[in-house]
């Protein structure tokens, strides 16, 4: 519980120190061509349609191959930075991390197949998918990942009055928190308080408003549910 206590108060002082400047507008990084497809308004928006595109590939069969997911998810991680530095470290971290297992575990287990992947895993070592480098531990936690941004997404676009940290706050709530320990919990909290708000969020996407922001991420919401 001290731990515990001490680790709130740490986060919390960091949000406070934050907080003043979160309503800053950071000017979107403007791109020439968006490599692999996209408009190329901003580096955000590039990865959010790259990644769709990617993440509907990898699900055009039956079956999902590791490294088309993986390239999925590498494709999204420009996309972070619409939240803010703070996050955004912190989730490329996150997945570069799992999306490392997976490939190594597919590599060790000779599976370029997720499902395949994961059984083969299992019918070795049935205690080794509990591990935390086990790919059926990544695997869980990348889908975690992506239900929790499909779902801020949604919540943005149904919920035009609500605030970028409420529509991300509820969706991790109900995604990756269950699953989280309470200090884990207690701290991804806090930094969602201190991400942008909604303009500069949109803004960051390079787009005026909502609007004309909503297809790309009906369409990376669509995608993200077909894999």
């Known amino acids: 519980m001290l731990l515990l206590g001490k680790a709130w108060k740490i986060a919390a002082a960091v949000a406070a120190i934050l907080t003043a400047s979160r309503r800053v507008i950071t000017k979107p990084t403007l791109l020439i061509g968006c490599a692999g497809g996209g408009r190329g308004d901003s580096a955000a928006r590039c990865a959010l349609e790259r990644s769709a595109k990617l993440l509907n590939k990898a699900s055009s069969g039956k079956k999902v191959p590791v490294e088309q997911y993986c390239a999925a998810m590498e494709a999204l991680m420009p996309a972070f930075s619409a939240y803010g530095k703070m996050f955004e470290n912190a989730a490329r971290k996150d997945v570069q991390g799992n999306v490392d297992k997976l490939r190594s575990r597919a590599k060790a287990l000779q599976r370029k197949e997720a499902g395949a992947m994961v059984l083969r895993e299992r019918e070795l070592d049935p205690a080794k998918t509990e591990a935390p480098d086990s790919a059926a531990r990544a695997l869980f936690w990348i889908n975690k990942i992506v239900s929790q941004i ?6 943005l676009l149904d919920r035009p009055n609500a605030s970028l940290t409420r529509c991300a706050t509820d969706a991790y709530v109900k995604t990756c928190g269950p699953y989280n320990k309470l200090i884990h919990r207690n701290i991804a909290k806090v930094m969602l308080k201190i991400i942008p708000d909604r303009d500069s969020f949109v803004q960051m996407y390079g787009a005026e408003d909502m609007a004309e922001l909503a297809p ?9 549910k077909s894999s």
């Open 216 to 224: 790309t991420l009906r369409a990376w919401i669509k995608a993200s």
């Open 150 to 155: 499909a779902m801020s997404f949604e919540f």
